[in-house]
Structures are given as C-alpha cells and as structure tokens.
C-alpha cells in the first residue's frame, strides 16, 4: 500500500504523520525539536520509520520556518539556528527515494485549509495568529509566488497603531512598526507582560484596532475573497474576537468590498494537513 508522509518542522516541535492515498490520517508521532541539525535529522528520519511502518512511500510534503528556496528545497529557519542552507529536498529525497517537497508552513497550511476545507474561493489567504503573524494566499487553488519566489508577509506591513506601550514594539525581522510586532503571541507578552488570554478589555481593543488595521491594508491591496484565521491566538479567541476585528476592518474600508472572514476548518492541523497534500500532490 503506497502512503504519504507530512513533516511539520517546528522551531519547537517536530510532528510527523502517515496518510493513506485518500489523505487520512493513519498514524502520528510528536518530539521536542533538537537544536543540533544532525540531531535533526535523524530524528526525523526516525519519525518517519516510526509512522510509515516501512510500506511504499509514494511522497514526503514538509512544512517549515522561512526563508527558504521552495524550487530546489533549501531551507534556513530563522527559529533553528543550525539549519542554514540546508538542502533539505536533496537529503530526504536521496534517503526515502521518492519525491520531496517543502515550502513555508503559512504556505503548506494554506494549502492544506483551501483543499481539504473545500473552500472553493478564487483569492483565498489563510492568516495564523499564534507566536508570529503569516500567510498564505492561494489564487485559483495555487500558492501566490511574487517576485523572486517571495510570498506576501501580512505580518510584516507598518500600520499607524495604538499602543500604551510604544517603546516595547519590536519586531524579530528588524524593522520597525509591523503589525507582528504588535498582534502575535510573542508581542502580547513583550507590549502587556501576560499572554493573550490574561488581557483585559482595554488591552484586547488595542489588538483589535491593530489587526483591523492591518486588515484593511490587506482587504483593499490583495482584494481576497475570503481571509481564514488559524492559530492559538485565533482560537483562543474565538467568534467574538472574528467579529470585533470584521467590524474594525469595515469601519475604515471604504473603497473595496469587505471580505469573508472565518476560522479555520482543519483547526490545528492545518500545516500538517497542506504537508500530506503536497506530499500527494505537489505544488
């Protein structure tokens, strides 16, 4: 029986899982990321023979930290300090024997949401809300490349925000005033000292007219259908913070039509999930 294999490398964790060739879930396993790259590796290989149970392998999708090379597979995330141009594609592909591919885990859950959701939209952008602030923007089933290979960072836009706290927002890519900066998991506890569920009112309308803003730069610049929210921040928040944010971004939208909003379907399997399509299907 042939299977698909997904990896999701996180700076944290690694999670990998075996699909059928219909994409159900067979089995998953789920260990701390080391730090050393060979460790790594190994580890993952381990988990790999772990899930597969040594049947045909017919692919390998991944999903990981940027930047990376998504044509020749060559990753360097910025949360693993030891993976620097790492040919990750020629690697796995020489060990398992069969096709590899990897691209950015905003890009793979995309993929995984808009496919598996059955979403169906034209202009599709999956934003996750968690430690950082990403997305992925799908146009007619396929991830938006830009100049170069590169992919919107939604995150990393400069807005005129409000903060009790301007001094404490400081974002990981180096410049100034990004909305991650402001929005994220990482950010909430360096601007308010306490994670996002412990804010109060006042704190939670900060955020909220932030993302509203950086909201609408995106509704009236990519004009997307529909904008899908993943993420611990998002689901920890729930309806009540889609709906504030939704009523922010029309507040100031006056040129173009509003877009849907939503929560993810797949929850937080999404990077997971778009690892086992592409590792069927490719890009």
Known sequence: MKQYI???IGGTKFMVASFTENLLEIKRVKYNTPEDFHEGIDLLNKMINEVSNKDRIGGIGAAIGGPLDAVRG???PLHQRQWRNI???DIMEEKWE???YVDVDTNVAALGEY???KYGHEKFLYITLSTGMGGGYII???VYRGFNGNH????HQTINFRCRYPEKVQCECGSPDCIEALVSGN???RIYGKPAEELNDDEWSEVIYNLGQGLRNIATIMTPDIIVFGGGIAFGAGEPFLQKIEAEMKRQLTLVKPPQLALSKLGYDTAIAGAAYIAKNGF
């Open 74 to 76: 060559i990753v360097s």
């Open 98 to 100: 069969c096709p590899f």
């Open 6 to 8: 997904a990896l999701d």
């Open 115 to 117: 496919h598996l959701g």
């Open 87 to 89: 040919p990750l594609k």
């Open 152 to 155: 919107p960072e939604v995150g």
């Open 187 to 189: 950010a909430i506890k």
């Open 140 to 142: 007619d089933g396929k």
